[in-house]
């Protein structure tokens, strides 16, 4: 039998409704103020610029302010960090997003590092990790938890299910690594160095594959009924080049309980957690005033 379809636009259309009223009754409580989401763009990568203006665009259509700051590719490491700094001290804005990745010169991972913790929208900063590991309150990675979401409204069972990672990145394997043992799922995390990955992928419960090569789990790694969630996003042979992502979606979809499709699964939920964020941001950083 054909596994259930989950359907990430469709529920990621439901976040952003959500959050749109959310906006709104910020505004009305906090006198018309709005969230606001500063993304910085450095260099002239078209796909980094296609999805900063993706971002921009969704947080004008669920009522929040979005400033972009672009900066040229050779933008010297201190005028980085300058207005970084400036847009931690600027109250109109909630949320600070780094887009990766950076150009050569400059360190990703130590410049969104200086992001402040409360505007650290993608959940990325040292802290934001802590927090996360330490199963505190802070934001946390958006595509992650917009998985998480996808989990619940699959109906998958968490509690004590096996969960396999597969991909150990810090922007998506660890803390949804993290997220599957705070539902007190029982979680396997795979990477290269993996032995036997497609026997470990068998025992899932639910699997996750975030590696970045096209239709790398095949229908014989997937346990029968498994909820299975395709990460990944590579760029297929077709001409026009189509999505493609790391499960072999067409076979997989007549092993597994339920799957997601690539695109119109996991990639939605990423935008809709990003506004999200901002949202909760902004009313963390109300409250400590
Ligand atoms: P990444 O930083 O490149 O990490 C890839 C991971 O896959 C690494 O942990 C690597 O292991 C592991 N890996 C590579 N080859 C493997 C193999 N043959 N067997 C087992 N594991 C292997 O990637 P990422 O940033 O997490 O992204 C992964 C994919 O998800 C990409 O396609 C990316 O575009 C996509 N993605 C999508 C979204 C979205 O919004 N939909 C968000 C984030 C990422 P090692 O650690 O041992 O090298």
Request: glycine share 12%; net charge neutral; proline share 7%.
């Amino acid at each position: 039998m054909s596994a259930q379809i989950i359907d990430g636009k469709t529920i990621a259309g439901r976040v952003r409704i959500a959050v749109a009223r959310d906006v709104e009754a910020f505004a009305e409580e906090f006198g018309g103020a709005k969230p606001g989401l500063a993304t910085i763009l450095v260099g002239d990568d078209p796909a980094s610029a296609i999805y900063v203006n993706g971002k921009q665009k969704a947080c004008r259509e669920v009522g929040m302010d979005g400033f972009n700051f672009p900066l040229a590719a050779d933008a010297p490491r201190e005028e980085v960090v300058e207005l970084i700094e400036r847009l931690n001290a600027d109250p109109a804005v909630s949320g600070i997003l780094l887009q990766l990745p950076l150009p050569g010169h400059l360190d990703g991972a130590k410049l969104t590092g200086m992001i402040d913790p409360r505007k650290d929208v993608d959940g990325l900063t040292p802290v934001s990790a802590g927090l996360l590991a330490l199963g505190r309150e802070g934001l946390r990675p958006c595509t992650p938890s917009g998985v998480m979401t996808l989990l619940d409204a699959a109906g998958a069972q968490l509690e004590g299910a096996e969960a396999v990672v597969v991909g150990r990145s810090n922007l998506f394997g660890k803390p949804m690594a993290q997220l599957l043992l705070g539902a007190n799922a029982t979680v396997t995390m795979c990477h290269s160095r993996t032995r036997d990955l497609p026997a470990v992928c068998r025992r899932a419960d639910v699997l996750i594959a975030a590696v970045g090569r096209a239709q790398m789990v095949k229908a014989d790694w997937v346990k029968p009924g498994a909820t299975v969630i395709d990460v990944g996003m590579n760029r297929g042979n077709s001409t026009p080049p189509t999505l493609v992502g790391d499960i072999d979606f067409d076979a997989v979809k007549e092993v597994a309980g339920a799957i997601t499709p690539v695109p119109g699964g996991v990639g939605p939920m990423t935008i809709a957690f990003l506004l999200r964020n901002t949202l909760q941001a902004a009313r963390m950083q109300r409250s400590e005033r």
